[in-house]
C-alpha cells in the first residue's frame, strides 16, 4: 500500500492560557499505516491530538491535510473532514441517555441512509470487533471503564473511517484486552486500509503496533522514526523513556518554600 | 454509483449481478434490489455476483448479512460469487466466516 504523509505537522506551536505546550512541532502522517503519538504524561500529546482533530484552531504553524492547511478550512471544508475521521476520546466520551447500541448507530444514522436493519447489524458487527456484543441493550453508567472504552472505540469505528485518531487505547484495560485491541488496529489497517494514529504512554503496544513512532518530551518531538530506529536512540531522554527511569526531582527550594509561606 | 442487473439461467435460479462501488452510500440500493428479487424468488436459489463490485466498507457486509437471513427466512438459498479478498477480509474481521461458509463460491477475483 502507498505511504505518503496523509496529514502533515508544519512547526506547530500552541499555547494554553499563554503558556507554550507546543514547541514547532514537525511530522508527517502516513496513510495506511500507523502512527503512536508517545511520550510522558503532559508531553502535549493530547493537545497534538486536539489540533489533528481540527478541535484547537489556534497556534502557530500548519496541519495540512491531503496538501491543505486545515486551519483554512471552511466549516463546510472541516466537516467532510470530520466525516472521514473517528475518534476515541480517553473517556470514550458515550452519550449517558443512550444504549451502547444507540450510541453506535448515531454517526450512522445522521451521515447515512443506510436501512435501520443494515445500521442494526453494523452495530451489532462493531461492538463484536470490540468484544461487546453481549452488551448492546446496556446504558454506558453499567459498563466499567475499560468497556466504556471499547465502547468508544466501536462508535469510532461506525462509519469506516478513513482515519482513526485513538487517546490512551489501553488505559484502564487488562492485558488480555489491550492486547485484543492491538491486534483489532492492525486489523484495520490491513483490512480497510485504515490510517491510524495513536496517542500513548503504553510502550509494550506502542512497538507492537507502529510503523511509524513520534516520541514527544515537554512540547517537542525527541524521536522520529520506525520503532528499530527509535529504539536505537542515543538520546538520554529517549533512552531513559524507553528504559523507565523516573526523573530526577529537581526544585527550586527558595520558590518552594515562598509558595509555603502563609500569604494571608 | 452502482447498477445490478438480472438474469434467470433457469426457473429455480436467478443471478443479480453488481457493477461499480458498493459502499455505504449505495448499500440501500444494493439491499433494495437484492430483498426485491428475494422476494420474487421465494425459496428458490438467488446468486449474487459481486465480480464487478468493489466493496470498500463494512456497510456492505451488512447488507450481504440482512440478505443472507432473508433468503434463508423464506427456504431459499444464497450464493454468492466474485467475492474479492477485502471483501472476505471483512467478512473475517466482523467474524462471519463460518456464516458466509456455505454462501461464498470459491472462485475469487
Redesign the interface.
Known amino acids: 500500500m502507498p505511504s505518503a504523509d496523509l496529514i502533515e505537522v508544519r512547526g506547530l506551536k500552541s499555547f494554553y492560557r499563554g503558556r507554550q505546550v507546543l514547541f514547532d512541532v514537525t511530522f508527517g502522517i502516513p496513510s495506511h499505516q500507523v502512527t503512536v503519538i508517545m511520550g510522558a504524561s503532559g508531553c502535549g500529546k493530547t493537545t497534538l491530538l486536539r489540533h489533528l482533530i481540527g478541535l484547537k484552531c489556534t497556534g502557530q504553524g500548519q496541519i495540512l491535510v491531503d496538501g491543505e492547511d486545515l486551519g483554512s478550512f471552511s466549516e463546510g471544508l472541516l466537516k467532510s473532514y470530520r466525516r472521514r475521521i473517528g475518534v476515541l476520546f480517553q473517556g470514550g466520551a458515550l452519550f449517558n441517555s443512550m444504549s451502547l447500541r444507540e450510541n453506535i448507530a448515531v454517526p450512522l444514522k445522521v451521515h447515512t441512509k443506510l436501512a435501520d436493519e443494515t445500521i442494526r447489524i453494523m452495530t451489532v458487527m462493531k461492538l463484536n470487533m470490540v468484544g461487546l456484543s453481549d452488551f448492546s441493550e446496556f446504558m454506558p453508567s453499567q459498563l466499567s471503564g475499560g468497556m466504556r472504552k471499547r465502547a468508544g472505540l466501536a462508535r469510532a469505528l461506525a462509519m469506516d473511517p478513513e482515519i482513526l485518531f485513538v487517546d490512551e487505547p489501553s488505559s484502564g484495560l487488562d492485558p488480555i484486552t489491550a492486547a485484543g485491541l492491538d491486534r483489532l488496529l492492525l486489523d484495520l489497517r490491513e483490512t480497510l486500509g485504515m490510517t491510524v494514529v495513536v496517542v500513548t504512554h503504553e510502550l509494550e503496544s506502542a512497538f507492537k503496533i507502529a510503523d511509524r513512532i513520534v516520541m514527544m518530551d515537554k512540547g517537542r518531538v525527541m524521536a522520529l522514526g520506525a520503532p528499530d530506529e527509535v529504539r536505537r536512540s542515543t538520546d538520554e531522554r529517549v533512552l531513559q523513556f524507553l528504559n523507565r527511569e523516573a526523573d530526577t526531582h529537581m526544585i527550586n527550594i527558595d520558590s518552594y518554600y515562598e509558595s509555603l509561606l502563609d500569604k494571608e | 454509483m452502482i447498477k445490478s442487473l438480472i438474469s434467470c439461467p433457469s426457473p429455480e435460479h436467478a443471478v443479480l449481478e453488481f457493477n461499480g462501488l458498493f459502499d455505504?452510500?449505495t448499500?440501500?440500493k444494493v439491499?433494495r434490489d437484492s430483498l426485491k428479487l428475494v422476494q420474487k424468488q421465494g425459496s428458490r436459489e438467488l446468486e449474487i455476483d459481486l465480480t464487478n463490485a468493489r466493496c470498500?466498507?463494512?456497510?456492505c457486509?451488512?447488507?450481504l448479512?440482512?440478505i443472507l437471513n432473508t433468503v434463508r427466512k423464506q427456504g431459499g438459498k444464497l450464493k454468492l460469487t466474485g467475492i474479492d479478498d477485502?471483501t472476505a477480509?471483512?467478512i473475517?474481521?466482523?467474524?462471519?466466516d463460518e456464516i458466509f461458509e456455505d454462501v461464498i463460491v470459491a472462485e475469487k477475483k
Open positions: 455505504r452510500s448499500a440501500h439491499r470498500i466498507d463494512t456497510s457486509v451488512a447488507v448479512v440482512e477485502n477480509r471483512m473475517s474481521l466482523s467474524q462471519l
